[in-house]
C-alpha cells in the first residue's frame, strides 16, 4: 500500500516534520507565565472593592467594560502581528513587550490605585486596567501565533496544550496552597501587602516560566516558517471574510466562547469563597484537595494527550464534555442532599470520600474538554490555508479573541449581579459570611449551572464541526505538497 492509502499513523508521518520533543513540552511554559497573571487578577474584585473603594458592580461593570475595549483592538492587533516581517519573527516582538507592559500595569494597579485621591481614583482605576488589558491580550495573541508553527503534526499538538493543563494543574495547586496560607496570614483579603506578596511572587515564576518557554520558539519563530516569503495584505475585512466562509472557525469560536465564559465564572474566588469558605465551612480544604488531586489529574492529563492523539480533539472534546455533565450534576446532588460540612480530612467519612471522588472527575473531564479545544486553533489556521491558500495566523486569533472577549467580558458582571442580587453590593461574600440557601443556590448556579448549559450548547456546536482526525490528516498532506512544490517552484527559479 502507499504512504497516502495506509493507516492514519502512517499518512501523518509521511505529512508531518516532528519538533524536538523537549521543545514541544517547554513552549506552552511561556502561556504558564501569563496565566499566573490571569490567577492574581481573580482577586482584582477583592483589591478593589475592600481596599481601592470601588462599589462591587462597579468594579464588575469596569472589567466588564474594559475586556469590551480590549476585544476591539484585538483585530488590529492580529493585523499588525501578520504584518510584521522583521528579522525577529512575529512571535517575540509581540510576547516580550505584552509581558514587560503587562508586569508594569499590574504593579501600578496593585500599588498606587488605593493612594490616589478618590476624585480620581476610579478613572485612575479604569485607564490603567484597560493598559494592563491590552497588553496582557498582546502576549496572549503572540503565543497563540506561535502554536502552529512550532509543529504541524497533530498528535504532537495536544502535547502543547497537554503540557500547558498539567504545569497549570501544578501552579494551581500550588496556588490555592499558597493563597490558603498567605491570606490568613495577612488577616484576610482586605490587606494591601497580601497582594504585594503575592504579585511579587507571581512575577519571578511568571518571568521564568516565560523565558523557558521562549528558548522553545526561538529557532521557529522565523518568517520563512510563517508565510511563503511574500509579504501579505492583511486587512479588517479578512477577518470578517474568514469568519463567514471557515465553518471550523464558527463551531469552534461558539464552543471556546461558551467554555470559557462558564469556566471563567466557576474559577472565581469569590464562588472558591462560598464553595469552600461558606457553604463546606473550611477554605483551606480547597489548598488540600488540589494537592490529593495534583499527581492523579496529572496521570490522567498524560492518558488524554494521548487518546487526543490517536482519535483527534472533535471526539475526544465530545466525550470529556459528556463525562463532565455526568459528574457535575453527582456532584450538585451530593452537596444538595448530603451535609457540606461533614468535608473534612480531620473526620474523613462518606461525604469527605464521595466529595473527593466526584470532584476529581469533575475536575479531571473539565480538564480534558479544555486540553481537547487547545489544537483546534491551529488545527482551524492550517484548514484556513488549506481552503484558502492564505496563511494568516493573526487574523484566525484575533476573530476568536475579538467575539470570546465580546462575550467572556461579562464573566465578571454576572458574578456581580448574581451577588448583588442577593444582598450583596457593597462587598462580597467573605470567609466570615454565614450560609444561607441564596448563597448556596448562587454557589451552584456560578459554579456549576452556567458550565451545563454551556456544555449542551458545545455538543450542537460539535455536530458542525468539521475537522476530525481523518480531515486533519488530509489538511496536513495537502499543505505539505503545496510547500514541496512552491519550493521546487522556488528552486527552478533561481537557478533559471
Known amino acids: 500500500m502507499s504512504e497516502n492509502t495506509t493507516s492514519n499513523g502512517t499518512e501523518q508521518k509521511s505529512a508531518f516534520t516532528d519538533t524536538p520533543l523537549w521543545k514541544v513540552i517547554m513552549w506552552p511554559f511561556a502561556e504558564s507565565g501569563r496565566i499566573l497573571f490571569l490567577m492574581l487578577m481573580m482577586f482584582l474584585s477583592f483589591y478593589a472593592t475592600g481596599i481601592a473603594g470601588i462599589g462591587v458592580v462597579l468594579v464588575g461593570t469596569i472589567i466588564t467594560g474594559t475586556r469590551i475595549f480590549d476585544g476591539i483592538t484585538d483585530p488590529l492587533m492580529g493585523m499588525f502581528i501578520d504584518k510584521t516581517q522583521g528579522k525577529f519573527g512575529k512571535v517575540r516582538p509581540f510576547a516580550i513587550g ?81 493563597v490558603a496560607n498567605v491570606a490568613p496570614r495577612h488577616g484576610g483579603f482586605s490587606a494591601v501587602s497580601m497582594f504585594h506578596e503575592i504579585l511579587i511572587t507571581f512575577t519571578i515564576l511568571s518571568a521564568i516560566l516565560f523565558t523557558l518557554g521562549l528558548i522553545a520558539i526561538w529557532k521557529y519563530d522565523r518568517i520563512e516558517n510563517f508565510t511563503s516569503g511574500k509579504r501579505q495584505k492583511v486587512t479588517l475585512k479578512d477577518m470578517f471574510g474568514v469568519l463567514k466562509g471557515n465553518r471550523a472557525l464558527q463551531m469552534f469560536v461558539a464552543t471556546n466562547v461558551s467554555d470559557r465564559l462558564a469556566n471563567n465564572v466557576a474559577n472565581a474566588q469569590v464562588v472558591n469563597v462560598m464553595l469552600f469558605g461558606i ?110 491558500g492564505n496563511f494568516a495566523p493573526g487574523i484566525i486569533v484575533a476573530a476568536d479573541s475579538f467575539i470570546d472577549k465580546m462575550v467572556v467580558a461579562f464573566y465578571q458582571t454576572l458574578i456581580a449581579v448574581t451577588v448583588a442580587s442577593i444582598g450583596f453590593t457593597e462587598v462580597l461574600p467573605d470567609l466570615d459570611t454565614p450560609l444561607t440557601n441564596s448563597i448556596f443556590w448562587v454557589t451552584m448556579f456560578l459554579g456549576f449551572g452556567i458550565l451545563l448549559i454551556t456544555w449542551v450548547i458545545s455538543l450542537i456546536c460539535m455536530k458542525f464541526y468539521p475537522l476530525d482526525a481523518k480531515k486533519m490528516v488530509e489538511v496536513q498532506t495537502e499543505l505539505k505538497k503545496r510547500a514541496e512544490e512552491a519550493s521546487a517552484a522556488t528552486t527552478e527559479q533561481s537557478l533559471s
Open 98 to 178: 505584552g509581558y514587560i507592559a503587562m508586569v508594569g500595569f499590574a504593579f501600578l494597579i496593585f500599588f498606587t490605585t488605593h493612594h490616589i485621591p478618590e476624585g480620581f481614583r476610579l478613572v485612575y482605576f479604569i485607564v490603567i486596567y484597560a493598559l494592563y488589558m491590552l497588553a496582557y491580550s498582546t502576549m496572549g495573541m503572540a503565543i497563540a501565533v506561535g502554536n502552529p508553527v512550532i509543529t504541524k503534526n497533530p498528535k504532537q499538538r495536544p502535547v502543547i496544550f497537554g503540557t500547558s493543563m498539567i504545569v497549570n494543574l501544578a501552579i494551581g495547586a500550588g496556588f490555592a496552597m499558597y
Open 279 to 388: 457553604i463546606i465551612g473550611d477554605f483551606a480544604i480547597m489548598g488540600t484537595i488540589q494537592g490529593v488531586m495534583l499527581i492523579p489529574n496529572i496521570i490522567t492529563l498524560l492518558i488524554g494527550v494521548r487518546l487526543i492523539g490517536k482519535i483527534g480533539a472533535k471526539k475526544a472534546y465530545l466525550i470529556s464534555i459528556w463525562a463532565a455533565m455526568a459528574f457535575t450534576v453527582m456532584l450538585v446532588s451530593l452537596l444538595f442532599f448530603g451535609d457540606p460540612t461533614l468535608i473534612s480530612f480531620e473526620r474523613i467519612g462518606f461525604m469527605t470520600i464521595a466529595f473527593v471522588v466526584l470532584n476529581f472527575g469533575f475536575s479531571v473531564t473539565r480538564l480534558l474538554s479544555q486540553v481537547s479545544v487547545g489544537p483546534m486553533r491551529p488545527d482551524i489556521i492550517d484548514y484556513e490555508t488549506y481552503r484558502t
